[in-house]
């Protein structure tokens, strides 16, 4: 077999092995170390000072020189510095932090009193629960970033209050899970900080560039849910005065100061910061995390057990990133040593496609791999198979990424592998059913389509705010 041919091997044995579902991070390393060391086996360099030695060497010598030299090869020179790049990239430096405010903004017990409040504030819109309950997943979701977190806990808050007030079972649980998977595409997103990692793109542009998409999504999710409850008001029945009690202007200014204010502001000040230059990724991480420590205090909520908690759920969750980074790095060096990505790139330039069609080609593969993998895999793994191929076709890797961060929301809602749905089918109360939660995430599937097309057919959309912070792309 040619070196190429062992390349396509390699990612072919990768997706076996995962499909049959062994850890990914791991599968990653040890495909890389294996073929790496078939890719750079060199006899001479393995085995010289053995030679050198002789035969009269006493056998504990001996026995020691054959490890070395089996372990002199470039693969473990290779996972070494890959190890330490991945430690040593600034922008990846910004994930810990991040996911600490996430998790310790979730143990504060703010999103609660935030429902409460918009619930109680959006009374007279149509769909009123159901309204309140998708501007809450996307702060906290822009909070957290975390899916699980989000849907789990607005599961447990949002659906059994929907519920009562005599909501739709399907309706009620679709706007929980398409609300609760907007942080990966919402700035601050991990998933942005990792693409932004994976492709070279600023990622200060690509956070500005994914504001108006975010906002276009979230607009189009509160038009079904506000649409669909006038057209059927059966689905989501005004409340009463006992289920959703009249306050007045004082005092619903008292609860949105109390609750809706302190999460925005600071949202809003770690994206300031960065948006308008004042402080680098990391920073801002740094001040959101600081931030959501005073938070939870303000409330009461900061224990020992809960930062304990959070600090161990942010040790994890980053570990398992580096992790991936590790071994994507591996595996794509040995990929592309082996001739992998040019077999690849001489093959979708065969095709003869226009940008449009390669455009499509591309999401569609991303969409199909959003099924069994988590967006982690697929932007580490297979998106850096993808940016090798857009300056052939003209693309501009911010613009991509965007896409590529709304398309991954359907890796979530596409039954039958939704990991919202089984989220929420988690924690739901038993007479929900699982097709019953696929109905309703089903509608914010072509939503997110129509964003794309959005996106393609308007690319300003993505362009305008990176254009007027930083100046005119380079696309």
């Known amino acids: 077999m040619t070196d190429p041919q062992i390349a396509l091997l390699m990612l072919g044995l990768f997706i076996a092995i995962v499909f049959l579902g062994f850890p990914i991070a791991f599968t990653l390393m040890a495909m890389g170390i294996f073929f790496g060391y078939y890719a750079y086996y060199e006899p001479d360099r393995m085995w010289r000072a053995y030679n050198r030695l002789g035969e009269d060497a006493d056998w504990f010598t001996q026995t020691g020189l054959w490890i070395d030299g089996f372990f002199n090869n470039r693969i473990f020179d290779l996972f070494i510095n890959q190890s330490y790049t991945v430690m040593s990239n600034e922008v990846l430096t910004a994930i810990p932090l991040f996911l600490f405010m996430g998790y310790i903004v979730e143990r504060a017990n ?128 005004r409340p009463t005065e006992e289920e959703l009690p009249s306050v007045s202007r004082s005092r619903l200014f008292v609860m949105m100061l109390t609750s809706f ?21 990391t920073e801002a991480a740094a001040i959101g995390s600081l931030g959501g420590m005073l ?14 908690e959070s600090v161990y759920l942010t040790v994890r969750t980053t570990a398992m990133v580096c992790w991936l980074f590790i071994g994507s790095y591996t595996f794509s060096a040995v990929f592309s040593y082996l ?9 979708v330039k065969s095709l003869d496609m226009e940008p449009w069609q390669f455009l499509i080609m591309a ?33 501009d890797p911010l613009f991509f990424g965007v896409l590529v961060a709304l398309n991954l929301q359907t890796s979530f809602l596409t039954p039958p592998m939704a990991m919202s749905a089984y989220y929420l089918k988690g924690i739901a109360p038993p007479s929900i059913k699982l097709t019953e ?39």
Do not use: H
């Open 339 to 347: 001739g992998g990505e040019t077999v690849i790139a001489e093959f």
């Open 437 to 475: 939660i696929f109905a309703g995430v089903l509608p914010y599937l072509g939503m997110v389509f129509i964003s794309m097309a959005m996106m393609y057919l308007f690319p300003q959309i993505v362009f305008s705010l990176p254009e007027a912070f930083y100046g005119a792309s380079t696309r």
């Open 363 to 395: 999401q569609i593969i991303i969409f199909i791999l959003g099924w069994p993998l988590e967006w982690s895999e697929i932007i580490i793994i297979f998106v850096p198979i993808f940016l090798p191929l857009l300056p052939v076709f003209g693309i």
């Open 295 to 308: 938070l939870a205090l303000a409330y009461r909520q900061l224990t020992f057990q809960r930062l304990r």
């Open 110 to 237: 703010i999103v609660d009193k935030l429902f409460g409040t918009l619930a109680i504030a959006t009374r007279n819109v149509p769909g009123s629960m159901g309204v309140a309950a998708l501007l809450t997943c996307a702060l906290f979701a822009t909070a957290t970033g975390i899916v699980g977190a989000v849907v789990t806990l607005m599961g447990l808050l949002a659906l059994p209050q929907m519920l009562k007030a005599r909501y739709d079972k399907s309706f009620a649980s679709g706007i929980i899970c398409a609300g609760g998977t907007l942080g990966i595409l919402i700035p601050p997103s991990i998933m942005l900080i990792v693409y932004a990692a994976s492709s070279g793109v600023s990622i200060v542009r690509l956070y500005a560039g994914a504001m108006l998409p975010g906002m276009t999504l979230v607009a189009l999710y509160l038009l079904y849910i506000i649409v669909r409850s006038i057209l059927n008001p059966k689905l989501a029945p």
């Open 261 to 281: 204010f302190p999460l925005a502001v600071l949202i809003l000040a770690v994206l300031g910061s960065i948006l308008f230059g004042l402080a680098t990724p």
